[in-house]
């Protein structure tokens, strides 16, 4: 085999490689073969990094020197300059790591000082493409211990000791769930993967099969011996091609080493795993409606209980459990459940995985010790909210979350301290907003989304959302009253009591919270017709100040000649012939035309 | 795998894959390869250190390379760090050089010191 002096890591998660990080590869097969540098160099695809912000992502080892935002002609440089004479090309380094003189290591920068890497450990170090780099990380140890040296009830012992809850969002303790399954009659079980991540704007279980697929096949055997399952299912969407295809790969890798096959390790243990592919709708990561669309049915959730642990696919008892939590369980076989529980708080042990997105510098997938405080996770790892515009708040849990205000920012992040707050942990997306940010609207936003995602079964989430979506876009667009606040927060009381499923019964948090913390703003669209971020398109008010010079730009390009004004003469606007398009704003050279 | 023994095989022989990216705290040899170091064959010198150590088994060590070091007309260079120990420079190095190199002062850790920079600069 080729000793290689230079390991050149490109990432290949979705992110980067919608940035063409993949042609970038050949690129750099190219470059390398051209300088004859192919047996010295070797190039590894591997998964997402994390600053997804800063990709496409380099990193060339053994200096480490992180590369961000290359392009396509810079190829050639790092081949020529760092790769073939050895000198680090400062100015295509991520922007933090060049200190004076010196270069810092990237674990220094502050997108990754606070970082714990657990669930994604692997993930960009490794190819997810060969099981052997997987091994070499000490992959599969977990499952020949569990296999040779314990038995089931003390792979649940552990797990229960560990602390884990559940990733995806209700943070049910992870050993009660497979205690359940493995004490539940049956003559055939099941284990599940929950792949549908489907939170806008959350990607870290995406990131995991993208990164690490081996993993997740390693601890659902493990939950196999477990809770007595000789098949399991990943159900993962259509969407995530490159996850898809991973998986693929790596499940056809572990059947080649028999890792996934009949007498693993020789212990009599038979383990099989199968991909689901599901066609994108939100309701299917709810566990019900997700077993359903396993079984061929319609993705339709049914009521509880009995839960899975007893009746699940083909009423068969079966085990559940979202793609982060099983990305834990290797780590805490190996390492013992006193370290797991030794990180985190009280009540929730080990890290979170969060996806920052929003109004934040740093955008991307975050690991960090559960108890982290939000204005670490902001303003530390985060980086701040950019054009250094006021922090408003944050949106954690996705469309069964809420928001979160700047008085509260202080709070360490763990699940019951988020349910305090009227927000959740979901499955981990936070998403930042300024004060350019409008409440009422992004309210609005979610409740667009869980309407357009209601799979109707139940008339409380399929008619009341909608109610409630009319009730948001007449606020928004100036025919609100105050009585539609009060009808707001009954509907959503009544919504939350009586819906079939979790996704009924989190619908109305984003109005909840931000009619709690920010009532105010409601109240200043209802009444005063106006939105205090100027957000709310239809409430805006465009008037020319007394910069204007006169120059008749704004009168050629609005389109509803809503603007009169001689040349050099300060110029007007007739508010009620404006359809508030903003064109003129933009035209204007002199910046005299404002929005209020 | 039927047995553990099979997995631990196949680890022990994956470990060269992704040993590059690892923490390490071993041994460091590194080879000057700017464009002076290029001109006066310090590449040949790279692949016989790495092919070396790989034939020889020697762990814990990472063999990589450097900008200019700063005396061109001693090139090529190579540096050894161990740890504990101070850097130990090696000039106008050759691939028999570099084996003998490997050979006493990295693996039986006596310094090569008719190679050294203070041989050449007397």
């Known amino acids: ?596 | 795998m039927k047995t553990i023994a099979e997995l631990q095989k196949l680890r022990q022989d994956s470990l060269d894959q992704v040993h590059l990216r690892k923490e390490r705290s071993g041994i460091r040899v590194v080879v000057g390869m700017a464009t002076c170091g290029i001109a006066a064959g310090a590449r040949p010198v790279l692949m016989t250190l790495l092919k070396e150590s790989k034939r020889k088994n020697v762990e814990n060590i990472l063999v990589t390379q450097t900008g200019c070091l700063g005396s061109c007309e001693y090139e090529p260079i190579i540096e050894v760090f161990k740890p504990g120990e101070g850097k130990v420079t090696y000039v106008r190095a050759t691939p028999e050089k570099a084996v003998k190199i490997m050979e006493e002062h990295i693996i039986k850790g006596e310094v090569v010191t008719d190679y050294c920079i203070g041989a050449y600069t007397k």
């Open chain 1, 1 to 596: 085999m080729n000793v290689y002096r230079s390991h050149v890591l490109i990432c290949g998660g979705t992110g980067c490689a919608s940035a063409d990080s993949f042609k970038m590869m050949d690129k750099f097969h190219d470059e390398l073969k051209k300088h004859d540098l192919a047996e010295e160099v070797k190039l590894v695809k591997t998964g997402c990094f994390g600053l997804c912000e800063a990709g496409p992502i380099v990193i060339v080892y053994p200096e480490r020197s992180f590369y961000s935002q290359v392009k396509m002609e810079d190829v050639e440089r790092i081949t020529e300059e760092h790769l073939l004479k050895g000198r680090v090309i400062k100015d295509l380094l991520f922007k933090e790591t060049p200190d004076e003189d010196t270069i810092k290591a990237i674990e220094e920068v502050g997108f990754y000082k606070k970082q714990k890497r657990i669930a994604l450990q692997n993930c960009g170090v490794i190819n997810p493409e060969v099981i052997e780099e997987y091994i070499a990380v000490d992959g599969y140890q977990a499952l020949a211990k569990v296999l040779t040296e314990m038995q089931p009830e003390e792979v649940i012992d552990t797990l229960k000791q560990s602390g884990l809850r559940g990733r995806g969002g209700g943070g049910f303790p992870a050993g009660l769930k497979w205690e359940f399954t493995a004490k539940a009659e049956g003559d055939q079980k099941y284990v599940a993967c929950n792949a549908d991540e489907g939170d806008p704007g959350a990607f870290m279980d995406r990131s995991i099969l993208e990164g690490d697929p081996h993993v997740i096949i390693e601890a659902m055997a493990i939950a196999g011996y477990a809770v007595g399952a000789t098949k399991g299912y990943v159900y993962i969407r259509a969407e995530y091609p490159i996850a898809v295809d991973r998986l693929r790969i790596a499940i056809k890798q572990a059947k080649m080493h028999n890792l996934l096959g009949t007498d693993i390790f020789g212990s009599g243990f038979d383990f099989d795993l199968e991909i689901r592919l599901g066609a994108g709708a939100f309701v299917c990561g709810e566990e019900t409606a997700l077993i359903n669309s396993i079984e061929g049915k319609r993705g339709m959730p049914r009521p509880r209980p009995p839960f899975p642990a007893h009746k699940g696919i083909w009423n068969k008892p079966t085990l559940l459990n979202n793609v982060e939590s099983y990305a834990n369980v290797p780590q805490i076989i190996l390492n013992g459940p006193e370290w797991f529980a030794g990180i985190g708080t009280e009540k929730s042990k080990g890290t979170k995985v969060f996806a920052l997105g929003g109004k934040i510098n740093n955008t991307g997938l975050v690991e960090v010790p559960m108890g982290t405080s939000l204005r670490e996770v902001i303003y530390d790892v985060g980086g701040g909210i950019p054009k250094g515009k006021a922090f408003k708040a944050v949106q954690t849990g996705g469309p069964s979350g809420g928001c979160i205000p700047m008085e509260h920012i202080d709070t360490p992040i763990d699940y019951d301290n988020l349910i305090k707050l009227g927000s959740m942990m979901g499955s981990g997306g936070m998403i930042v907003m300024d004060e350019d940010n409008c409440m009422v609207d992004i309210a609005r936003f979610f409740l667009d989304f869980t309407v357009e995602e209601s799979c109707g079964k139940c008339p409380p989430c399929r008619i009341g959302t909608k109610r409630m979506l009319e009730i948001l876009n007449n606020i928004t667009e100036g025919r609100g009253t105050l009585e539609d606040l009060d009808r707001l927060e009954a509907l959503a009381g009544n919504i939350k009591e009586s819906s079939l499923c979790g996704l009924g019964q989190t619908a109305p948090n984003p109005v909840i919270s931000t009619l709690h913390y920010f009532r105010h703003e409601y109240e200043a669209h209802v009444t005063e017709k106006r939105c205090p971020a100027g957000a709310c398109q239809a409430l805006a008010n465009y008037s020319i100040t007394e910069a204007c010079k006169g120059c008749t730009l704004c009168v050629k390009v609005c389109p509803v000649d809503a603007i009169q004004g001689e040349r050099k003469a300060l110029h007007t606007i007739d508010t009620d012939a404006c359809i508030k398009c903003g064109a003129c704003v933009d035209k204007c050279p002199f910046k005299a035309i404002v929005k209020k």
